[in-house]
Every structure is written in C-alpha cells, then in structure tokens.
C-alpha cells in the first residue's frame, strides 16, 4: 500500500444520502430540501465540522448571498446532531455535524 492510499484510507466522509434520509423521516413536509440536495452533484463531504454550500462571506448584509432564515435539527444515530442552515428564499445553506465539534 502507497502513502497516498493510506491516507485516503483514514478520511471519514459524510455522504448526501444520510442527509436525505433523515429529512425525509424528521421533517417530511420539507421536499424542497430533499431536492436540494438530490439534485446537488457532490453525493459526499470529507468530514468536518461545517460544510458549507452557500458563501458565508459578509453574511445577512444587504447583498450577501448568506441570508439566514432558521435552523433545522436533525438527529442521526451514528452521526449524531446535524443542523442545517436554511437560508431566506430556501436553500441550504450548510450544514453542522455537532459530534465533530472540539
């Protein structure tokens, strides 16, 4: 085995599905999100804390294009908390895996 297979090896990913998964068992009248997130052509994430889909650069300033609505809470049984963030004309924005947090 070569460095870089072994390193590669040792990386955790976050994969969409998990995410669709949990929407549409927690929060089922959020198909918008669910499309979302199909629709998106990234189908995992390296696995850190935040992931963010939507530039957060000057947020909920005048023209910014992070403009926060809510949150929503989802719970996953080896995960654990996921938040995501909704933004104001309904996209996600990114999301918070809490258990990876320090």
């Given at each position: 085995m070569n460095i870089v297979e072994t390193v590669h090896s040792k990386r955790k990913y976050f994969k969409k599905e998990w995410l669709i998964e949990l929407l549409k068992e927690q929060k089922p009248k959020r198909e918008g999100l669910v499309l979302q997130l199909e629709e998106m052509t990234a189908s995992e994430w390296i696995k850190k804390p935040y992931i963010r889909f939507v530039s957060g650069k000057n947020a909920n300033q005048k023209g910014a294009q992070w403009q926060f609505q809510e949150n929503i809470v989802l719970?996953?049984?080896?995960?654990?908390?996921?938040?995501?963030?909704?933004?104001?004309?309904?996209r996600i924005g990114g999301f918070e895996l809490l258990d990876e947090l320090d």
């Amino acid at each position: 085995m070569n460095i870089v297979e072994t390193v590669h090896s040792k990386r955790k990913y976050f994969k969409k599905e998990w995410l669709i998964e949990l929407l549409k068992e927690q929060k089922p009248k959020r198909e918008g999100l669910v499309l979302q997130l199909e629709e998106m052509t990234a189908s995992e994430w390296i696995k850190k804390p935040y992931i963010r889909f939507v530039s957060g650069k000057n947020a909920n300033q005048k023209g910014a294009q992070w403009q926060f609505q809510e949150n929503i809470v989802l719970e996953h049984k080896t995960q654990g908390i996921i938040v995501l963030d909704i933004l104001k004309d309904d996209r996600i924005g990114g999301f918070e895996l809490l258990d990876e947090l320090d």
